[in-house]
């Protein structure tokens, strides 16, 4: 392990190759859908008018519009509840490479629906992206993780969160004025999300299926071997093997695990508790509201209309490169330490936000502070929660929990991101800027059952990660000497 300082080329090659059709076409089918708003209702509205000869009601285009948005995030719950079994079936790679068709179906039908007059194409393709991006944030982290060396294991699942703010990023590039922002290139927009797709099935055959996989699910110590070797070098192989050849003899007799199952197995119940409650505030915690709040900030701070792109752009660079930070950050300071200040610094620009907010007629001053409040929020998400959530998920768990776990995460991260885009504009109408107090109430409490619950797994085993849990939750149960006998029996 130590004399690998840095991870081998082709370990960074295949991590690239599968972000690239994985969680970089989520960041970036998310931010991709505000520019071409406009555009879109006006086809609608003149589709409609050609279709049954009278105008369209707000009601029915605001209906049709949000439907158009927030499909993809059904199609996502659906993609990560199938990730996990797909994945366990066809391997993780075979999966990520299945997965492309989704997003090439998807471009295909976005880019007709222009042509033929059919907005509906626009729903169903959009579902199909969300399906795409379900099972890519599923079962890519899931491969990186399975193929990080232990020292690097923090920093490769911060490729899942650099490839989606990279995304994002790129998604609102995209949309720029200069680019394809204008009125006549948005079916070309949409469709955009072939390129990533085309460039996974390019590249990713040249990399090995998850050595893990191979050696525990398949049984395959050939195929392991050969994958290690590539992966991290002759010298580096035989070590590696041992490390899965152990977890394998730990977990002998076990089938991996289906969701239902985790949840009556007391040995991971906080390993789960844990996991499901990070996923429910990564959604929850207000960085959507942010971005929501953060054009109306923007027209406060009297930055022109025509300006506000660019700006956007910047917060989105802005999370990118957090995203980095949090990388370089998370093998020295730890899981722990990021994740916990992280959502107390939210907290913190919370209280801010509200304040600036309220006060934003007493003096021209105020509305500067609340666009300094956008950016330290987005900053304070990318150090911690944005990134840190992703690599628990994978830590916390053993290879034959693990597909399980991530679909039980997945889930609740797209049912959360689901119900955020519903109810968010009905909190916004009725609390104002007095709805980032709810956010608050959650950073908080989310920081506290951290503090208090979860063990640091920088640099450890996934069995001593396990270990951990197990004799803090003895602590927990048991009180007196039988609990030290106990712990120690592990």
């Given at each position: 392990e130590s004399s690998m300082t840095l991870p081998n080329k082709s370990l960074l090659l295949a991590a690239c190759a599968a972000c690239i059709g994985g969680t970089f076409q989520y960041g970036y089918n998310i931010s991709v859908i505000n520019a071409p708003t406009v555009y879109v209702h006006n086809f609608i509205n003149q589709t409609w008018r050609e279709r049954y000869q009278t105008g369209i009601s707000e009601d029915v285009l605001t209906l049709l519009w949000s439907t158009i948005v927030s499909i993809f995030t059904l199609g996502g719950?659906?993609?990560?509840?199938?990730?996990?079994?797909?994945?366990?079936?066809?391997?993780?790679?075979?999966?990520?490479?299945?997965?492309?068709?989704?997003?090439?179906?998807?471009?295909?039908?976005?880019?007709?629906?222009?042509?033929?007059?059919?907005?509906?194409?626009?729903?169903?393709?959009?579902?199909?992206?969300?399906?795409?991006?379900?099972?890519?944030?599923?079962?890519?982290?899931?491969?990186?993780?399975?193929?990080?060396?232990?020292?690097?294991?923090?920093?490769?699942?911060?490729?899942?969160?650099?490839?989606?703010?990279?995304?994002?990023?790129?998604?609102?590039?995209?949309?720029?004025?200069?680019?394809?922002?204008?009125?006549?290139?948005?079916?070309?927009?949409?469709?955009?999300?072939?390129?990533?797709?085309?460039?996974?099935?390019?590249?990713?055959?040249?990399?090995?299926?998850?050595?893990?996989?191979?050696?525990?699910?398949?049984?395959?110590?050939?195929?392991?071997?050969?994958?290690?070797?590539?992966?991290?070098?002759?010298?580096?192989?035989?070590?590696?093997?041992?490390?899965?050849?152990?977890e394998k003899n730990n977990l002998a007799g076990f089938q991996a695990k289906k969701p239902w199952e985790l949840f009556a197995d007391r040995s991971v119940r906080w390993q789960l508790l844990t996991v499901i409650l990070l996923n429910i505030a990564q959604q929850l915690n207000g960085i959507n509201a942010i971005y929501f709040y953060a054009d109306y900030v923007f027209k406060q701070s009297g930055i022109p209309d025509d300006k506000i792109p660019y700006v956007t752009v910047g917060t989105g660079a802005c999370e990118c490169i957090t995203a980095l930070t949090c990388g370089m950050l998370i093998e020295c300071l730890g899981r722990k330490v990021l994740i916990t200040g992280g959502y107390t610094l939210m907290s913190i620009c919370c209280i801010l936000f509200t304040l600036t907010l309220s006060f934003q007629d007493v003096s021209p001053f105020f509305p500067y502070l609340s666009m300094a409040c956008v950016f330290a929020f987005i900053l304070s998400f990318g150090l911690g929660p944005g990134g840190v959530t992703n690599i628990l998920n994978t830590e916390l768990f053993t290879q034959t929990t693990r597909p399980a776990a991530y679909m039980i995460a997945g889930s609740v991260n797209w049912l959360s991101f689901f119900f955020i885009g519903l109810v968010f504009p009905f909190i916004v109408i009725g609390l104002q800027q007095y709805c980032f107090l709810v956010f608050l109430a959650i950073c908080c409490s989310v920081a506290v059952y951290i503090c208090l619950f979860v063990p640091e797994t920088k640099n450890k085993t996934f069995l001593e990660i396990q270990n951990d849990f197990q004799s803090a939750s003895n602590r927990r149960s048991a009180d007196g000497p039988a609990a030290t006998l106990s712990s120690t029996a592990i």
């Open positions: 719950l659906i993609g990560a509840t199938i990730g996990g079994t797909l994945s366990v079936k066809l391997g993780r790679k075979g999966t990520l490479m299945i997965n492309n068709t989704f997003a090439l179906v998807a471009a295909l039908l976005m880019g007709l629906s222009y042509p033929t007059g059919l907005f509906e194409l626009l729903i169903i393709g959009r579902f199909f992206t969300g399906l795409n991006a379900g099972i890519g944030i599923c079962v890519q982290p899931l491969y990186l993780g399975e193929i990080a060396p232990t020292a690097f294991r923090g920093t490769m699942g911060m490729g899942t969160s650099v490839f989606i703010t990279g995304g994002i990023l790129t998604g609102q590039v995209m949309g720029l004025k200069e680019l394809l922002g204008r009125d006549e290139y948005w079916p070309i927009l949409l469709s955009t999300t072939c390129i990533p797709a085309i460039l996974q099935l390019l590249i990713l055959p040249w990399f090995p299926e998850s050595p893990r996989y191979l050696l525990i699910d398949r049984g395959d110590e050939e195929g392991c071997k050969k994958a290690l070797k590539q992966l991290y070098g002759v010298e580096n192989c035989d070590g590696q093997q041992e490390d899965i050849q152990r």
